[in-house]
């Protein structure tokens, strides 16, 4: 199936910050093989701020954040894009898209196998597409018992990272995602 979501934002009118924030978020599923699964993901958010606000006074938990488990595994949480250029933390961005293919393959109803590739860029720049940086990997997904999320496990190993700083190639995630 198809799962297709618009949403949109405004926020701090009357306040001290204030942006619109639009995404556009895809995900496509079909069968594949006897006991597969095809998944295909396309999101693209962006955050454009006005009437005196800049890229600069948007607070940090307002920002996007890519790399880590929910969007290009392989690398650490929030490790791709701008940086602060002395501490070398994440600034964040207001354009960001994420692409992914995976391959799930279901050994049994607990046990399901996987095989990904993950692209994402990240920028401070107004509606800005720029160097996707790419992981492909592969991990399994345990669900121990019915009434609790599964289990994901997985190793993703990153095609391009710009320093080996940002690479985390475990990663673990309770509950679904995708």
């Known amino acids: 199936g198809f799962r297709s979501v618009l949403e949109a934002e405004l926020a701090g009118i009357g306040g001290d910050h204030t942006f619109y924030g639009l995404a556009y978020l895809n995900s496509y599923y079909t069968p594949f093989l006897e006991k597969g699964v095809f998944k295909l993901r396309g999101d693209f958010r962006f955050l454009q701020p006005f009437a005196g606000t800049g890229f600069n006074d948007m607070p940090l938990d307002e920002r996007l954040f890519l790399g880590g488990t929910n969007t290009v595994r ?60 790419t ?37 673990i995630n309770f509950g679904a995602s995708f």
């Open 74 to 133: 392989g690398f650490k949480d929030y490790k791709i894009g701008p940086q602060f250029p002395i501490s070398k933390d994440p600034k964040g961005g207001i354009s960001m898209q994420i692409l992914s293919a995976q391959y799930n393959y279901y050994l049994n109803k607990r046990v399901v196998g996987f095989l990904f590739a993950d692209a994402g860029h990240l920028s401070t720049k107004d509606w800005d597409f720029g160097r996707l940086y």
């Open 135 to 171: 992981s492909v990997g592969f991990g399994a997904q345990v669900k121990l018992l019915d009434s609790f999320p599964p289990i994901t496990l997985g190793l993703g190993f990153p095609i391009n990272p710009k320093h080996h700083g940002e690479v985390k190639n475990f990663f």
